[in-house]
């Protein structure tokens, strides 16, 4: 008898929603930027273009709302298995279809253009894929377009031509990496599905393997060409493209702590002093000093466990050691410093400035380790997101850049730096300040 998951189970398997298999490949919005980037001059060429990619347009919205109606309208029955299989026979039906509309197109276009604009159409090509498929991307760092971030941040003065020739090697790079990783992603939602509804559970996992790995190869070719690129630049322009990358590889990194939006609604108190201001300031200094090893470890862990819980599911169920739990006790012991860290500093500021300045403000209790691996206890199998400690609710982490260099001990507690504030030496006597207007 065939081994069975619950339904809700196999759905959460899927890396790929349908939101990304409806995306087109190209979109009569294209048009204009082509003709121009093509330098195409004759109207037949020019006319040709538009109508082949308005009937590319025309054609996919069609199979994207047969796709939808054809789901639809299957009859609700008891046989979930029958139902669910016939949800991935349309799926992959269209699956095939849309790789066929896109290399009727690109057959097409070969016929109209010369060697030279077909040159310049590869280039177009990797612009359009770049565009639309670095958006997908999951993984810490994956989701970085490398040639939009130097177009936005630097200024071309900076750029040197070996500057110029790694960035074009990226392009050809990341091209061939998203390549790679789309010809398994496009059809791994429905053979995940199939495998695991037939109880085929190791093929399952060896999928699952594959399509990390895929995207791994992506979000490492993003960072060994940003880490390059970088030390082609000049020192005062390093900072400006690695804070980009980091925005856009991991924006999570650079949100701030609770201590820090208590501490910027303490400051922009109207009533507030100089000296208290100028303390608040001193204090929010020393607790970034004192917390930025403690961070860093902390997002190390997260970039080196990042994605592996999509597999913990599975190797749990084929009783295998579970690759994401050799991060566990490192990541709690963390987020438990950074969460205690927090309650203290920012007792210690509102003591000084008065809760009536700070507002109504609790940070949240320390997180259980028992919290980590409760996912594994649920019944019926986990889902993959519940593998992902979070947090405790209200807490946040993440907030600034790691410091330069490697931690030679990231297990190691964080110490307060020399001359640092003690958040937990007496403070003076908060100086009278007005409530904040409601």
Not at 260 to 284: F, Y
């Amino acid at each position: 008898m065939a081994y069975r998951l619950p339904a809700a189970l196999i759905l959460t398997l899927s890396t790929v929603a349908s939101a990304q298999l409806t995306v087109p490949d190209y979109s009569t919005r294209d048009t204009v930027r082509i003709i121009e980037a093509l330098g195409l001059t004759m109207p037949e060429q020019k006319e040709i273009l538009k109508i082949l990619l308005d009937d590319f347009d025309r054609t996919h919205r069609q199979a994207v709302e047969l796709l939808r109606s054809d789901i639809a309208s299957l009859p609700d029955s008891t046989d979930v298995d029958r139902r669910h299989t016939a949800m991935l026979d349309r799926t992959e039906a269209f699956i095939r279809s849309k790789a066929g509309m896109r290399r009727e197109l690109e057959s097409n276009l070969a016929d109209i253009l010369d060697e030279q604009q077909l040159a310049i159409w590869s280039d177009i090509a990797r612009q359009l894929r770049r565009e639309r498929q670095i958006p997908v991307g999951s993984l810490i760092d994956e989701r970085i377009d490398l040639t939009r971030l130097v177009a936005d941040t630097l200024d071309a003065a900076v750029q040197t031509p070996e500057f110029h020739t790694r960035l074009d090697r990226w392009e050809l790079d990341i091209d061939e990496a998203l390549q790679a990783r789309n010809a398994i992603n496009e059809t791994a939602s429905t053979s995940l599905r199939r495998l695991v509804g037939a109880g085929q559970l190791e093929e399952a996992l060896q999928l699952r393997v594959k399509l990390l790995q895929v995207k791994q190869a992506v979000r490492d070719t993003n960072r060994l060409a940003a880490i390059e690129l970088a030390a082609l630049l000049p020192q005062s322009e390093t900072a400006t493209l690695g804070e980009a990358v980091q925005r856009a590889g991991d924006p999570q990194s650079l949100r701030l702590s609770q201590y820090e939006r208590i501490a910027q609604r303490v400051l922009r108190h109207p009533d507030l002093d100089a000296d208290t201001r100028a303390w608040v300031e001193a204090h929010t200094v020393a607790y970034r000093d004192v917390r930025a090893p403690t961070l860093a470890a902390f997002n190390k862990v997260r970039r080196d466990r990042d994605g592996y819980g999509d597999l913990a599911v599975l190797q749990r169920k084929l009783n295998r050691p579970v690759d994401l739990e050799r991060w566990d006790e490192v990541y709690h012991r963390h987020l438990v410093t950074l969460t205690m860290l927090d309650r203290e500093w920012v007792d210690a500021m509102c003591n000084y400035v008065g809760y009536e300045v700070c507002g109504d403000q609790q940070v949240s209790p320390i997180p259980a380790s028992a919290d980590l691996s409760a996912a594994s206890q649920a019944p019926g199998g986990v889902d993959p997101e519940m593998d992902k400690p979070r947090p405790p609710s209200g807490f946040d982490p993440f907030d600034q850049p790691e410091p330069p260099g490697q931690l030679e001990d990231p297990m190691a507690p964080s110490e307060p730096l020399p001359g640092s504030i003690d958040p937990t030496a007496p403070v003076p006597s908060p100086k009278p300040v007005e409530p904040m207007p409601e």
